[in-house]
């Protein structure tokens, strides 16, 4: 029977976010970030396994307890998020019909309801597909000086939010070329097979720590939720 594994991608050295600490082992309301993402993955009973990509160069992972009774550390974490996804997999060896849900770490908001919505909705499906938002805003082009230069129509946009859901073996095969620059998530690289992943309506809550006034906010939804 295939299984259902989530690999988190936690490599990264948030130079947007900008401190010293690398976002994901930074405090929120008494665990690190990472500790957050990964317990709402735990606790899904579909999610057989919750691997945790870090940096081979990793100093903060050791300091921390992770109680996670599911939890693989990989430390082959890569130059960008697609080679660290690439190589957690090839780490991991799954079967290839197993299901893996690839997470960012810096998504730390993830509602069990969201996570449990995408699994019921990809779970039949023969290509996968992704938690995303419908834009809601006005969006704008910018020229080089922030003047506005076109707005684009938002008809058919979404934000596209992770988990991203896919086939082991096909995930396998479409992140190949990690290296390309035009694979910016999962979805893309499958994309980039000719293949359309399907759209499962996200929340904005489930947004991406990335600047350094994220994490106050990220602090207040976690509260408010426990
Ligand atoms: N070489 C990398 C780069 C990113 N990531 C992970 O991919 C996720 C999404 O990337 P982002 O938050 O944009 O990560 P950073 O690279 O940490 O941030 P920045 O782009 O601002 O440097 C994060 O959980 C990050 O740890 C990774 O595993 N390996
Ligand atoms: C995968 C992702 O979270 C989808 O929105 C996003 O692309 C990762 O962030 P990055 O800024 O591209 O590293």
């Known amino acids: 029977m295939a299984r ?21 082992y ?6 690190p970030l990472l500790a957050h993402t990964l317990a709402v993955l735990a606790a899904n009973p579909d999610i057989d396994q919750v691997a945790v990509v870090i940096s081979p160069g990793d100093e903060w992972f050791d300091s921390f307890d992770w109680p996670q009774p ?16 690439a190589n957690g997999l090839a780490a991991l060896a799954p079967a290839a019909d197993d299901w893996v849900l690839v997470h960012d770490a810096a998504r730390c908001c993830l509602s069990p309801q969201a996570l449990a ?12 597909g992704i938690l995303a938002q419908p834009v809601a805003d006005t969006v704008k082009q910018g020229d080089a000086a922030a003047r506005i230069s076109a707005t684009v129509p938002r008809d058919g ?29 999962e979805a893309s690289a ?3 097979l000719g293949h359309a992943p399907r759209l499962v309506v996200g929340e904005a809550q489930n947004f991406k720590v990335t600047w350094p006034g994220d994490l106050a906010l990220a602090a207040a939804i976690l509260a408010a939720r426990n």
């Not at 259902?4 to 994901?24: D, E, M, N, W, Y």
Request: aromatic share 4%.
């Open 157 to 185: 946009l979404w934000l596209a939010q992770t988990p991203q859901m896919f086939r082991a073996g096909l995930l396998a095969c479409a992140l190949a070329d990690a290296a390309n620059p035009a694979i910016t998530d």
């Open 190 to 192: 499958i994309e980039l």
């Open 117 to 128: 919505r995408l699994i019921a909705e990809i779970g039949d499906d023969a290509v996968g």
């Open 4 to 24: 259902c594994i989530a690999l988190v991608p936690a490599a990264g050295h948030g130079s947007r976010f900008g401190s010293a600490t690398p976002k994901q």
């Open 26 to 31: 930074l405090d929120i309301n008494g665990q």
């Open 70 to 85: 599911k939890l693989t550390v990989l430390r082959v974490g890569g130059a960008s998020r697609a080679e660290s996804v």
